[in-house]
């Protein structure tokens, strides 16, 4: 199984909701990462999880909060997020931070809206 | 320090032709080097990478690129293009492990690749 699932796969809240984006890998691997992407740019990273400890923060602002239950399950919760935080949302694995290959595979992301 | 620059932010081609997809790296250290494609509303897929060893890397879907460290370039080419090419694709650069840190993944801006019946 080389795929990473990533739900929901659209999202629309207001700048007042809390909602959590979801990620699941099952290949074993010990290192997540969340993307931004706005349109027509390349994914910016925002965090960096390893063995399930957070490893990287991007200066990505508090109202993005993340979170590693265990190895194969990385969340995003969400709060108070502005209108400028539409985004495509994507999440990543690779096998580790120092893996010979540093290949990541890509979830097919959450289309975020904040109204 | 690292970055990648994609020359085009779009590119046409008819069906058939050649597709060449620019792209030039900086590093201060060996690099590793990625293309991946992006369909519409989907995330990114590995086309291929150069890590070490043969500098000509063969992908998926008929893709190949060369790297020339002379000329810091890690173009993507195909002898045909095929409507389902139509994509976005993104060059990556990142550094070879145990150069300390992370390794961070660097993203080019991507070119748009057009096919045309």
Redesign the interface.
């Known amino acids: 199984d080389t795929e990473?699932t990533?739900t929901p796969k659209h999202l629309v809240m207001g700048m007042t909701n809390k909602k959590s984006l979801k990620c699941e890998q099952h290949m074993g691997h010990r290192a997540m990462y969340w993307y931004k992407q706005k349109a027509?740019?390349?994914?910016e990273?925002m965090f960096?999880y390893s063995y399930e400890k957070l490893?990287?923060n991007e200066s990505v602002p508090s109202r993005f909060s993340p979170e590693c239950p265990n190895s194969s399950l990385l969340n995003l919760h969400l709060h108070a997020l502005q209108p400028e935080d539409s985004a495509?949302y994507?999440c990543?694995s690779s096998q580790d931070?120092?893996?010979?290959?540093?290949?990541?595979?890509?979830?097919?992301?959450t289309?975020l809206t904040v109204l | 320090a690292q970055s990648v620059t994609q020359l085009g932010s779009h590119v046409s081609v008819s069906e058939g032709a050649l597709v060449l997809l620019r792209c030039n790296y900086s590093s201060s250290v060996p690099p590793y080097l990625f293309w991946y494609v992006q369909y519409p509303n989907q995330g990114l897929q590995l086309l291929l990478k150069y890590t070490t060893g043969a500098t000509l890397v063969k992908g998926i879907n008929g893709f190949e690129a060369e790297f020339k460290k002379s000329e810091t370039s890690f173009h993507l080419t195909k002898p045909s293009a095929h409507m389902s090419d139509a994509a976005e694709y993104f060059c990556a650069v990142s550094a070879r492990p145990g150069t300390g840190g992370y390794q961070k993944v660097t993203f080019g801006t991507g070119t748009k690749l057009q096919v045309i019946p």
């Not at chain 1, 027509?40 to 994914?43: E, F, N």
């Not at chain 1, 931070?97 to 992301?109: D, R, T």
């Open positions: 990473v990533q027509k740019k390349p994914p990273l960096v490893s990287i495509l994507l990543a931070l120092q893996g010979a290959y540093n290949e990541q595979f890509f979830g097919p992301g289309r």
